[in-house]
């Protein structure tokens, strides 16, 4: 059967192993705490299949503390070149967050841009008077006169800057409205007359 | 098994860091048994014999007691320690290079002769199998172990949970935890001193 007296300082030092429930003050190992670690370092090793061939010396641990000890080495101050290295890896970062951020937001204000004036020219387009255009009041630049390219309608070659395919469309429906009024129009006039005509008529 | 992932949950090796920082070398000690068949498996996959498993293990540990001060917690320890041993074993690897054809016959590693006078490696054949028969005997142990102290054990040493990650768990106060694996380590070493003592 197990002993289990001394069960609590026992428990705590297998919890210090588990670098758990650490006491106050430094660290003093007796040779039977280290050979308790030692023994649950190889359970674990042994659970985790992390022994091999290549055995380690029993008294590995034991010699690397001795060197450290007789050779008195002590962990160094930070290394000042990996700190600047960090930092100026950290000020890239910070750059680089910064560009995409930036980059971010030109192309979400571009393609807002072209939303909005593509949104506004397509509710203006109804609304656009057939009257002078801006092109046709630039008048002659050099010899040029760009309005005379949009008026020359039978020449291939001709540049229309100006020209729009819906001013052509309410143009046609305009004349053709105006003849239907104008149809109208003389119908009620020749009614008028008819009737005029009739009237006369019966009276005679 | 257990996957380095897994080790690199027990981020409790930082209060023992954070002594060593403080100057306490006891827990240095205490990381060095930890770790030390872990680094000697990483470095074993460079290195051919143990002896100079033996040697890089101990210049890796060493580095990383100089640095330790450089150790800021954004990794896990092991995670730190892990490139400290790679750097160490690749540095032997190319200084090993320029001495390929220079075979030191007096070093360690060649100490004993064997019965046909020729130099043999000081690996010994029976501490290898001894070593082996150990496993055997932790892992038959671990078999008889009951149920929920082969849990809790399980749970820190492979999976690498903290106690209280493990409380949380099983639904168990930390104190059953502690209590639990410090009994499966307890039921394990009987063991393993019985067979030391046969």
């Given amino acids: 059967m197990m002993n289990f007296q001394n069960v609590d300082k026992e428990e705590l030092k297998s919890a210090l192993y588990d670098g758990e429930n650490l006491p106050e003050g430094k660290l003093k190992l007796s040779e039977n705490d280290v050979e308790h670690i030692q023994n649950w370092s190889l359970i674990g090793a042994t659970l985790r299949n992390e022994m091999t061939e290549s055995q380690l010396k029993p008294d590995f641990a034991a010699s690397l503390?001795?060197?450290?000890?007789?050779?008195?080495?002590?962990?160094?101050?930070?290394?000042?070149?990996?700190?600047?290295?960090?930092?100026?890896h950290s000020f890239r970062n910070v750059f680089k967050k910064v560009s995409f951020g930036i980059a971010q937001m030109a192309i979400a204000a571009s393609v807002a841009a072209v939303t909005i004036i593509g949104y506004q020219t397509y509710n203006a387009e109804g609304t656009v008077s057939n009257e002078v255009s801006a092109a046709s009041t630039i008048g002659a630049i050099g010899t040029a006169n760009l309005a005379s390219y949009q008026t020359n309608r039978k020449s291939s070659n001709e540049i229309k800057l100006n020209e729009d395919k819906s001013d052509k469309d309410s143009v046609s429906a305009n004349n053709i409205e105006l003849k239907k009024q104008q149809k109208l129009e003389v119908e009620r006039i020749n009614n008028y007359i008819r009737g005029y005509v009739l009237d006369t008529a019966s009276n005679n | 098994m257990a996957s380095d992932e897994n080790l690199q949950k027990a981020s409790s090796d930082e209060a023992l860091v954070k002594r060593v920082q403080q100057g306490d070398v006891s827990a240095y000690n205490i990381l060095v048994i930890k770790y030390q068949h872990k680094v000697a498996q990483i470095i074993s996959k460079f290195v051919g014999n143990s002896a100079d498993v033996n040697d890089v293990a101990q210049e890796a540990f060493i580095k990383a007691y100089k640095a330790i001060n450089n150790f800021?917690?954004?990794?896990?320890?092991?995670?730190?320690?892990?490139?400290?041993?790679?750097?160490?074993?690749?540095?032997?690897?190319?200084?090993?290079?320029?001495?390929?054809?220079?075979?030191?016959?007096?070093?360690?590693?060649?100490?004993?002769?064997?019965?046909?006078?020729?130099?043999t490696s000081?690996?010994?054949?029976?501490?290898?199998?001894?070593?082996?028969?150990?496993?055997?005997?932790?892992?038959?142990?671990?078999?008889?172990?009951?149920?929920?102290?082969?849990?809790?054990?399980?749970?820190?040493?492979?999976?690498?949970?903290?106690?209280?990650?493990?409380?949380?768990?099983?639904?168990?106060?930390?104190?059953?935890?502690?209590?639990?694996?410090?009994?499966?380590?307890?039921?394990?070493?009987?063991?393993?001193?019985?067979?030391?003592?046969?």
């Fill in chain 2, 72 to 119: 800021r917690g954004e990794s896990s320890f092991y995670t730190w320690l892990y490139r400290i041993v790679v750097n160490s074993a690749k540095t032997y690897l190319e200084s090993n290079s320029k001495r390929k054809n220079h075979i030191d016959v007096d070093s360690e590693e060649f100490q004993s002769i064997d019965a046909q006078g020729v130099l």
């Fill in chain 1, 65 to 88: 503390m001795n060197r450290i000890k007789e050779e008195k080495i002590t962990p160094e101050l930070v290394d000042q070149t990996e700190v600047q290295s960090v930092s100026v």
């Fill in chain 2, 122 to 198: 000081r690996e010994s054949p029976d501490r290898i199998i001894e070593s082996q028969e150990l496993q055997q005997v932790i892992l038959s142990a671990m078999k008889e172990l009951p149920e929920e102290l082969r849990q809790a054990i399980m749970l820190r040493e492979v999976e690498g949970m903290s106690y209280e990650d493990m409380a949380g768990l099983l639904q168990i106060p930390i104190g059953t935890v502690r209590s639990r694996i410090f009994r499966a380590r307890q039921f394990i070493e009987e063991r393993m001193s019985r067979f030391a003592g046969k």
